[in-house]
Every structure is written in structure tokens, then in C-alpha cells.
């Protein structure tokens, strides 16, 4: 069955530091991949997406991702963290047209 | 980008009155559509999808008499929940894929049933 597994349901981190949220995904093929982020009462805003050739992707606020096929892996950077930061953070896969999600991972960032 | 606009933001309504959330694609044409719920602190969890045109697949364990789907056009699909209690209080996001690879996500609708 086609899945995506977020491993950290939460992660704290402080200002400044880096950053790194896993995500591994079960396809028949290699799949679409995006990274999500939602804050509070909102909508999900697309960071990256990978489809095929550079396994580097980057994408918005500094975030970048690597698809290692080797691992089944998707997981998202980000050098240095941003109070502003702090929200869910969605991966999720596509076969078609139709989206599979991670269960979320909540990044808080203290000062 | 292709932009999606669901309306109401939020609500909230009596018990047993019904709420229709709009969802819009207002760049593109969407045959498809895909309503999820989110509850909180949980992801999202794909309820039906909205076929322009036709009738509205709904995924398991989802009663399509309480959540009615209506995709009259290929800029709009509705969803109603009918006769609301309030374990229908959710966030409930719709989105709008364009081709295969891409989908689009409104800015959800935070209903409350008191």
C-alpha cells in the first residue's frame, strides 16, 4: 500500500540551529514527494516538491529537501531555524492525482 | 501558482442546522476535486473526492448522506454537512489537483457545532 511515515510526531529546536524533519514514503514507483507547512487555523502552504532528476530540491524560507531512494527517504532541512518557523509540517506523496499524507510533525523553536 | 479559495474561513453553527463550505479554483478547471478533514493535531484525512459532473466518491467509514458533495461546474465544488452535531467540528480543507502532479489546497474552514 502507498504510504508516507512522518517518524517525529514533535520536535523542538533553538533559534538559529539547524533543522531536520524525516519523512520515508512506501511506493510501487518512485513517487511525487511534497513538503507542506501549515500554521495554526490555516491552509498548507507548499515548500517543495520533488518529481524526478536533482534528488536536492529547494524550495521556500530556506527549506530544502534530498530524495534518497536508497532509503525510501524525503526528509526536509533547514540550516538555521526561524522563530517564525514553528507550525506542522505535512510530507506527503502522490500516485495520480490523489494525496497520501504524513500523520505531521510539530516543530516548536525556542529562543 | 494556481490559486484555491474556500469560503467560509470559519463558522460556527447550532446543532442540527447545515453548513455548506464552497471551494473554488479560481485560475484553473478542476474535474476533480478532494475534500479532507483535519482534526486537531492530526493530519489530514482524505474524505471524498468531487467528480465534476457525476456523483462524488467517498472513502470508507464516510457517511455521504451527512457530508454532501455537490461539483456543478469545473471552478466549483460544495460540501454540506447536514444536520451538524458537534462531533462534526473540524477543519475541513479542500483541494484541486492540476494534472497529475500538482494540487492545490484552499485555506480550510474551521467549523464549529454548538
Known amino acids: 500500500a502507498q504510504s508516507v511515515t512522518q517518524p517525529d510526531i514533535h520536535i523542538t529546536v533553538s533559534e538559529g540551529a539547524s533543522l531536520e524533519l524525516r519523512c520515508n514514503y512506501s511506493?510501487?514507483?518512485?513517487?511525487?514527494l511534497f513538503w507542506y507547512v501549515q500554521s495554526p487555523g490555516q491552509g498548507l502552504q507548499l515548500l517543495l516538491k520533488y518529481f524526478s532528476g536533482d534528488t536536492l530540491v529547494q524550495g521556500i524560507k530556506g527549506f530544502e529537501a534530498e530524495f534518497k531512494r536508497s532509503q525510501s527517504s524525503f526528509n526536509l532541512r533547514k540550516p538555521s531555524v526561524h522563530w517564525s518557523d514553528a507550525a506542522e509540517y505535512f510530507c506527503a506523496g502522490t500516485a495520480g492525482n490523489q494525496f497520501y499524507f504524513g500523520t505531521g510533525t510539530s516543530l516548536t523553536v525556542i529562543p | 501558482g494556481a490559486v484555491v479559495s474556500q469560503h467560509p474561513s470559519w463558522v460556527i453553527c447550532k446543532s442540527g442546522t447545515s453548513v455548506k463550505i464552497e471551494c473554488r479554483s479560481l485560475?484553473?478547471?478542476?474535474?476533480?476535486m478532494f475534500w479532507y478533514r483535519q482534526f486537531p493535531k492530526q493530519s489530514l484525512m482524505l474524505m471524498a473526492t468531487?467528480?465534476?459532473?457525476?456523483?462524488?466518491?467517498?472513502e470508507q467509514g464516510v457517511e455521504k448522506d451527512k457530508f454532501l458533495i455537490n461539483h456543478a461546474s469545473l471552478t466549483l465544488s460544495t460540501l454540506t454537512v447536514t444536520s451538524a452535531h458537534p462531533e462534526d467540528s473540524s477543519f475541513y480543507i479542500c483541494?484541486?489537483?492540476?494534472?497529475?502532479?500538482?494540487?492545490?489546497f484552499g485555506q480550510g474552514t474551521r467549523l464549529t457545532v454548538v
Open positions: 483541494s484541486a489537483p492540476q494534472g497529475d502532479t500538482e494540487a492545490f
Open positions: 468531487s467528480n465534476e459532473g457525476s456523483k462524488a466518491t467517498y
Open positions: 485560475d484553473f478547471q478542476a474535474t476533480t
Open positions: 511506493y510501487g514507483a518512485t513517487p511525487y
